[in-house]
């Protein structure tokens, strides 16, 4: 069943957008797409644990964003034991009831693209995956089981379990992650925050996991961000082949768990200006179309 939450939704600009509630099974998601875009590329966007698709898609600012830049947005909805409140994904070593239950999320979220492209004619040839916290672990591990299906993926403050599952081919990676992050440490193990037992990858392992499935030599450059006052660098490391940048690395100096240029109002430290995760994602996206 679909439930049309907005239609053509004045953007803060001249792109229109229109946004859907569709049921799967016992579970739903959220689609904005763009007006007069024919078969638009998707982007999958996971959200946080104990977050839901509503949520994400506020404090986010994703779909605003990516239909801006022609692109159709997948927010889907993970699960729990209260139905649609305190939702996670089951990224293997994390998170909540998802995990523990044993929920196949990879299943869910190809049934999802496959039902997007269905209903709304978005081109599932052109799959993009992001996602924050269980929703990184949730969209590395899907792109790490399924390269082929996805064009490239972004992960923002969760770090999927490599010691377990290794990508079984080459996908392009962006990774956006904060070195005082509390809950999803960036050295790896469990933070002072954490709130499950996990102990979590670090990012390098990540990184050199999704590097390893790229044939021949990679060309590796640095840069730094550091414009304004807060209190904060970003470090991008780059990684090349042929030309093209297939893993860039974020590091957020003194960065907390969040999403860059999101709205997170609890938090007061580690909140950096120096980057929008929303443009680091998209520009990453648009290396590879």
Known sequence: MIRFLLALVLMS????????????????????????????????????????????ARASGLGRDAVRAGYAVVFPAGTGRR???????????????????????????QAVIADAGRRFRVDTGRVYLTGMSNGSIMAETFAATFPRSVKAVAGVAGTMDVARREPAGPVPLLIIH????????YAGGKGDQSLTRTDFASVDAVAQAFVA????????????????????????????AQGRVVLRVETVEGGAHHWPGGRKARLSNGKTEEISANAEILRFFALHP
């Open 13 to 56: 600009g001249p792109a229109l957008a229109e946004t859907a509630r569709v049921d799967v099974g016992d579970r739903h998601y959220v689609i904005v797409l763009p007006d007069d875009v024919a078969s638009p590329p998707m982007i999958v966007a996971l959200h946080g644990g104990g977050g839901d698709p509503d949520q994400f």
């Open 178 to 185: 904060g070195t005082a992050d509390p809950m999803v440490p």
């Open 83 to 109: 139905g649609d409140r305190l939702l996670t994904w089951n990224g293997g070593y994390c998170c909540g009831w998802a995990a523990r239950k044993g929920v196949d999320d990879l299943g869910f979220l």
């Open 213 to 240: 499935r790229w044939p021949g030599p990679l060309v590796q450059t640095s840069r730094r961000i550091d414009r304004r006052d807060d209190g904060t660098a970003v470090r991008v490391d780059d990684y090349a």
